[in-house]
């Protein structure tokens, strides 16, 4: 079905507004992210999308935007439609993060296609650049990959089910009773997530016409040698992430028999390809090393910058590549760098400790999304002959960075050898040591709420709370020589070794806070989602390090177990994990420690994911401990209402304001949370066992 699509409702530009003088929650919860960003065949402008939060009608607004280098100036393409939070393939159920995917430009740059989220549906959209108009194509599911037809005349896509049509398919067998099976993941919904993904048919649609059909061999084929599989750029803890174009899924024949793990092709028959540096090291991201397909032949780089964590790849044009690699300590840094395969050397553009990725090069500069500690993303050029790095556009004028507390890297090496990093701020004009706020578990890009986005870093600090933003260590090692995913997951929980692994990094980050005057020992909270949550939760049974905690999402106890599916319970019991396995359920589970932790827990959490939390509420609950828990209706592993985004971040504040401060809100809204924490602190006040702070050195081998 063919519908003129609506002018955008959220502009482009940002209205022009006094610039803020300090940025707290109002500012974090408002904030645009910039997503989508393409650049024209010809190399002057680029499309992208604009997103923005809307408290006032618990939703999202946003925009596709055409910003044209040579003036400056930027047009409203079309209204962007709401939240695109796609099903993932083989879970059956979404995350709650946004992911958009990079438009697609025609060859004469006369016309971009993108996806929006309107209606329940993620439609095609197609925009004519010349005449500045928009029209969206609607089909039975919800698009999720496309490519231009060779003359530009249509667009072949494939598409996975809508909601509607789940919810259908469930629906005729929930009248004849579910068959209980491996479909089915408990803790997140009482009927059959996975088994109704269909054959990903590919369609054809004459964007003049509105006419849609089954796509022939030959319009197959041109789908699967140019369609390009897309990854993730979530740059760092970002709610906000670019499906970029990687490799197609089809490569050229010539790189048949090489473990090849991305490429791209040059010109009409050559490729630029990475594989791993060693076939010792050879696992599921291991060291990689840039090759090239030159004059016939195959050339391997031998410059330094062509070897290690390279993870992204374009093409300047038939004889050079622009490639982006992570390094330094601890991977924190950035590198963009300019390969000359004619000469193979390689010259290095910018090293950062910023986070620059969706690079696209031109003739002078690249363009690329940029953001850093404390400047959200924008968009920028960067020249290659001085290395400048010139903004574009900044979608957040009204912030600018003398409005945000200074954040300070700190590096440091664990007990286990690891190489961490983070970023410290403390509170203005305020001597320490603070209380302390840890916010994991990445720490590259903008600082805003750690991962999931549900901790107001900045809010934290203008309260009075020294904050360390710490980036998890990976198992690097590991993954660089073991490639199957089960195989990965099985040896990190031998021996608990990535839980020791973060709760080294966490103890010995709060050390080096302490030592440095920054914080307090005896007031350190500690907050988390996923595996953030997890180092938690190991914390507050293993170092008593922690004096308040604040958790959003599920934790470990013997309940899991029968939440799961067969065969995640398949692989706990082969791998010690087993409901009768009860070194590791003492190792792990809050409800079996609950007798002797004494740090107050906030839980707020999905109501997808809530019964993984009720174990050890009630066990908490039952031996009258601080245990305070919140569930959202209609949540994912991240939640994405604006207005449950607001409330976890100002509860979280009133939170540790409580506990580490001994401050309470005027705020109304909190008057009942305030009398139940009271009485749980006085219950506390009487408890015979007082919490026991942590040393430096303390032993997580």
Not at 536 to 555: M, N, P, Q, T, Y
Not at 618 to 628: E, L
Request: negative net charge; charged residues 25%; contains cysteine.
């Amino acid at each position: 079905m063919l519908t003129w699509a609506i002018a955008a409702a959220l502009s482009c530009t940002p209205p022009q507004i006094e610039p803020a003088a300090t940025v707290g929650v109002a500012e974090l919860i408002s904030m645009r992210d910039i997503s989508g960003l393409s650049l024209s065949p010809d190399e002057t402008r680029a499309v992208f999308q604009v997103q923005q939060s809307d408290v006032e009608r618990d939703d999202y607004r946003s925009a596709w935007c055409l910003v044209d280098f040579a003036t400056g100036g930027i047009r409203e393409l079309s209204d962007g439609g709401t939240i695109a939070m796609p099903v993932l393939a083989g879970l059956g159920r979404r995350t709650g993060m946004w992911m958009t995917l990079q438009p697609r430009w025609t060859s004469d740059g006369r016309a971009v296609a993108m996806l929006v989220r309107r209606d329940g549906r993620t439609a095609l959209q197609t925009c004519e650049l010349r005449r500045m108009r928009c029209r969206l194509f609607v089909s039975s599911g919800d698009v999720e990959d496309l490519v231009w037809s060779g003359d530009g005349r249509g667009i072949l896509f494939t598409s996975t089910p809508s909601d509607a049509e789940r919810a259908a398919a469930r629906s005729d067998e929930g009248d004849l009773g579910y068959r209980f099976d491996d479909r089915f993941d408990v803790f997140h919904a009482l009927f059959p997530l996975r088994g109704f993904e269909t054959n990903r048919e590919v369609r054809y649609i004459d964007v003049h016409a509105g006419r849609e059909r089954t796509a022939n061999a030959q319009e197959i084929e041109r789908f699967q040698t140019h369609r390009r599989s897309p990854i993730s750029t979530t740059m760092g803890a970002g709610r906000s992430a670019t499906l970029v174009a990687s490799a197609p899924v089809t490569r050229p024949a010539s790189l048949s028999g090489r473990d090849v793990r991305d490429f791209i092709r040059l010109g009409r028959d050559g490729a630029v390809w990475t594989e791993p540096t060693s076939p010792d090291a050879a696992g599921s991201a291991p060291p990689l090393t840039l090759f090239a397909s030159h004059e016939g032949d195959d050339l391997r780089c031998r410059a330094p910058e062509c070897e290690g964590y390279i993870v992204e790849l374009a093409a300047r044009n038939e004889t050079s590549v622009l490639f982006i690699r992570r390094e330094g300590w601890g991977l924190s840094r950035h590198g963009l760098y300019l390969w000359d395969i004619d000469t193979n050397t390689v010259r290095s553009l910018l090293v950062t400790d910023d986070v620059i990725r969706v690079c696209a090069p031109r003739r002078m500069d690249a363009i690329c999304l940029h953001e850093g500690p404390t400047r959200p993303r924008r968009i920028v050029s960067v020249d290659y002959a001085s290395g400048a790095v010139r903004t574009l556009v900044d979608a957040n004028p009204a912030l600018p960075e003398a409005a945000f507390a200074p954040a300070r890297k700190l590096e440091w090496r664990s007990p286990r050898g690891d190489e961490l990093f983070g970023y410290y701020l403390t509170p203005p004009d305020a001597r320490g040591p603070h209380p302390l706020i840890v916010v994991q578990y990445r720490a590259t890009g903008f600082l805003r709420g750690g991962v999931g986005d549900e901790y107001p870093i900045q809010a934290f600090v203008r309260a009075g709370f020294a904050v360390l933003a710490l980036e998890r260590p990976d198992p690097l090692a590991l993954r660089a020589v073991v490639r199957d995913g089960d195989e990965i997951d099985q040896r990190e929980w031998e021996g608990l070794s990535e839980r020791r692994r973060t709760l080294a990094a966490l103890t010995s980050g709060i050390d080096r806070m302490v030592e440095m005057g920054i914080a307090d020992r005896a007031r350190v909270g500690v907050t988390g989602l996923s595996d953030g949550a997890e180092t938690a939760v190991f914390g507050l049974i293993h170092c008593a390090c922690i004096a308040a905690a604040a958790i959003s999402s599920g934790v470990h106890d013997p309940m899991s177990y029968y939440l799961t599916s067969d065969r995640q319970r398949e692989a706990m019991r082969l791998h010690g994990r087993g409901p009768d396995d009860s070194q590791f359920w003492d190792d792990v589970s809050l409800s079996r420690n609950a007798a002797r932790i004494e740090a107050p827990i906030l839980a707020q959490v999905a109501d997808r994911e809530a019964l993984f939390m009720l174990q050890a509420q009630r066990t908490f609950s039952d031996q009258g401990k601080p245990f305070d828990l919140f569930l959202f209706p209609d949540g994912y592993h991240v939640k994405w209402r604006p207005r449950h985004r607001l409330a976890i971040y100002q509860r979280s504040l009133r939170w540790f304001e409580f506990w580490l401060l001994q401050r309470e809100s005027e705020d109304a809204a909190f008057g009942d949370e305030y009398a139940r924490w009271r009485a749980w602190r006085a219950h506390l006040a009487e408890s015979d066992a007082p919490r026991q702070i942590a040393q430096p050195g303390l032993d997580t081998q």
